[in-house]
């Protein structure tokens, strides 16, 4: 079923009820203990109505649904607004709402208030596992203060970890259905990917990744075992980076040429403040994608690459990593590496379904790009 675009605005109030007659009788509200993607057992309201998102913005919309924002009072908005600035705007569009949430500041910029967020007197704050591990020892004061922490893992890029992650979801806004959907086609899009890449055989081509938020001036953060880093392993590549950064981090250039990549992947963005990042998301043009990505194949020692004799630069969107629909991503990496293997299947397209099945916007714009054109 589509995601319904036109979506009432739900109000809700409290009333302070008085009885002369008899004494005010309080119900608390019903309460259910859920396990997170760390194994811990968190006790929450079983109508969650009031949360605080720290990330995985596009993954709760799809788990929750139509109304779904309506239930959020905080967000770390710069982790939306800054990092992913076409898609905010995307769905500012769609959900005017969401300028109406309340900022708790984030993580990785050292901003996150503890005391905006109990301010807000949410039921429950969700967070992703590397803002629980960031925030240290203002989780407990959250959860002293009588608020439920749940942590969710999408950047791991483990199937487990994205079903384990999505069916949470599913539980905690009352669509166990719609998220088992979910789940259920992300794993089996990925089990099918492995097992074409199983039957293709042969060696797996050795790929670099670089995150591409500070142009090609300077060297970008590559992935070992997370993230891009998962993606190239499950689609068949062998990521150099993997054994020289642990989850992130810039691999030397002399590396990099020595190694001598088949395929070389750019991510990009809509990052704010940065003229030189290579840009993607929702609204951009392709050609201004490749014009960014032009840069790079000036650095020193990359026209020998055989990646660039090849014709296999490519460009794929920030934004598409760690989230439940990066299954789409990982058939377009495969159909790089195998194009005989994937020649049916069409990632973009892949990905233009789960933004109408599940979303308010549509998957317009530049999301995976090659160099030298189609």
Do not use: C
């Not at 779904?68 to 600035?85: C, K, P």
């Not at 539980?171 to 890449?197: C, F, K, M, S």
């Amino acid at each position: 079923m589509s995601y319904h675009h036109v979506l009432s605005r739900r109000r809700f109030t409290i009333a302070a009820l008085a009885s002369i007659a008899a004494p005010a009788v309080v119900r608390a509200a019903p309460r259910v203990a859920v396990t997170d993607v760390l194994d811990r057992r968190v006790t929450v309201s079983r109508d969650v109505a009031r949360i605080v998102l720290g990330f995985y913005f596009e993954d709760y919309l799809a788990v929750g649904g139509p109304g779904a924002h309506e239930r959020l009072v905080g967000i770390s908005r710069g982790a939306w607004e800054g990092w992913r600035n076409s898609q905010w705007k995307a769905y500012l569009s769609a959900l005017p709402g969401l300028s109406d949430i309340a900022d708790v500041g984030e993580v990785d910029a050292g901003t996150f208030s503890v005391e905006k967020v109990l301010s807000l007197d949410p039921d429950l704050v969700i967070l992703a596992e590397w803002q629980y591990r960031g925030l240290g020892s203002a989780v407990a004061q959250l959860e002293a203060a009588g608020v439920p922490v749940v942590v969710l893992d999408y950047n791991t890029q483990s199937v487990e970890r994205h079903v384990i992650s999505t069916r949470l979801l599913g539980e905690l806004l009352g669509r166990p259905e719609r998220a088992a959907r979910l789940a259920d086609t992300y794993a089996t899009a990925v089990e099918e990917v492995v097992r074409r890449v199983a039957a293709a055989g042969g060696e797996r081509p050795a790929v670099y990744v670089e995150l591409g938020n500070k142009g090609a001036g300077e060297v970008g953060n590559s992935y070992g075992d997370v993230m891009w880093g998962r993606l190239i392993e499950l689609a068949g590549g062998a990521n150099i980076a993997r054994g020289r950064v642990s989850r992130w981090g810039p691999l030397n250039p002399e590396y990099v040429l020595a190694a001598d990549p088949e395929a070389v992947f750019i991510a990009g963005s809509y990052w704010t403040n940065r003229d030189r990042a290579v840009l993607m998301g929702f609204g951009v043009d392709p050609e201004i994608t490749r014009r960014r990505l032009a840069p790079y194949l000036e650095r020193p020692g990359w026209q020998r690459l055989q990646a660039v004799r090849e014709r296999r630069i490519h460009a794929l969107y920030h934004g598409g990593a760690r989230t439940l629909h990066d299954y789409a991503y990982l058939q377009y990496i495969a159909k790089v590496l195998y194009p005989e293997a994937f020649r049916d299947e069409d990632p973009l397209r892949t990905l233009q379904a789960h933004y109408e099945n599940y979303l308010p916007i549509r998957a317009e714009g530049a999301f995976m790009v090659s160099y030298f054109g189609a």
